[in-house]
């Protein structure tokens, strides 16, 4: 695929982002850009954005956008980032405004939102049955996806562990947040990018999901390269691919 990459995956927490995100960067070569792995990454280094994410993450809040968009916006700058995927972020309608209005400005719209659709009742399992590697960022599941010996990464035998996060507590702070804050921004893409939108139901395995969200952006680039560049007539700083 020659067209540059410019994708979000979007989804309420432990929806299976990080899981179809590496699917998803491998497919169409692009750079998978996490803003919880980069705050992660932020804390365990102890960088100013670290002090200031770290307590927010705990408790399962939003860090603030003055945090967030700075350092998002800067990894889009970088040449290497030219071809994305966005997971995690934009979390909040101020998040969207920038991240269109920066993309708007470059020329360079997105051209896919993928729309995680998975029950709320499925989600505390998968939260709470989560283990990860923390050199690597390689996710598991007690029960979905276990590890070929129980609490050892797969690759180096390290120790699993668990995120400070993932716990039934700090899910219903999350999940609240995410319902007030963070749909908010799929109804922004659907009102200015409708056609970028990817609806896909994560409550199933996760090769079919990943099948289904293959076959819909193959599907989406190929309407794109066969139609008229559109033109955006809702809002200046919104764009449309
Ligand atoms: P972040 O790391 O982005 O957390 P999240 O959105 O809550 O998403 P998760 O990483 O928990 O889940 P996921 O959807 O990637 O699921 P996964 O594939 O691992 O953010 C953490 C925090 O950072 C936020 O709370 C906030 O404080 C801060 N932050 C980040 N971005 C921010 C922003 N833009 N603005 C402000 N603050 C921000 O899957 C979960 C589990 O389920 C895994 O164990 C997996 O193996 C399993 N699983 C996956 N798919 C399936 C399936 N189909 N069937 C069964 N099990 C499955």
């Known amino acids: 695929m020659s067209e540059e990459c410019r994708f979000i995956i979007f989804g309420p927490p432990a929806a299976g982002k990080g899981t179809q995100s590496k699917n998803i960067v491998e497919n169409f070569k692009c750079v998978h850009l996490s803003t919880g792995d980069l705050l992660r990454q932020a804390v365990q280094e102890e960088t100013e954005v670290g002090k ?3 307590e927010f993450m705990n408790k399962g809040d939003l860090v603030p956008d003055e945090v ?50 998975v029950p709320e009742d499925v989600l505390e399992e ?23 010996v129980e609490g050892k990464d797969d690759k180096t035998g390290e120790d699993l562990i668990q995120r400070a996060d993932d716990t039934a507590e700090a899910l219903k702070t999350r999940l609240a947040n995410f319902n007030a804050q963070t749909m908010p921004v799929l109804e922004f893409f659907k009102n200015v990018q409708p056609n970028s939108i990817l609806e896909i139901d994560g ?13 819909g952006l193959e599907t989406k680039f190929k309407e794109k390269s066969n139609s008229a560049p559109a033109t955006n007539v809702a809002c ?6």
């Open 203 to 215: 409550n199933k395995e996760m090769d079919q999901i990943w099948n289904d969200i293959n076959d």
């Open 236 to 241: 200046e700083n919104c764009v449309i691919s």
């Open 52 to 54: 200031q994410a770290k």
């Open 126 to 148: 998968r939260i709470c049955g989560r283990r990860i590697h923390k050199p690597s960022g390689r996710s598991y599941h007690v029960k979905f996806n276990p590890p070929k």
């Open 68 to 117: 967030i968009i700075g350092v998002v916006i800067d990894a889009l700058k970088k040449p290497q980032n030219s071809s994305f995927l966005l997971d995690g972020f934009p979390r909040s309608l101020g998040q969207a405004e920038a991240l269109s209005k920066y993309l708007n400005e470059n020329g360079t719209p997105l051209n896919a939102v993928v729309n995680l659709n």
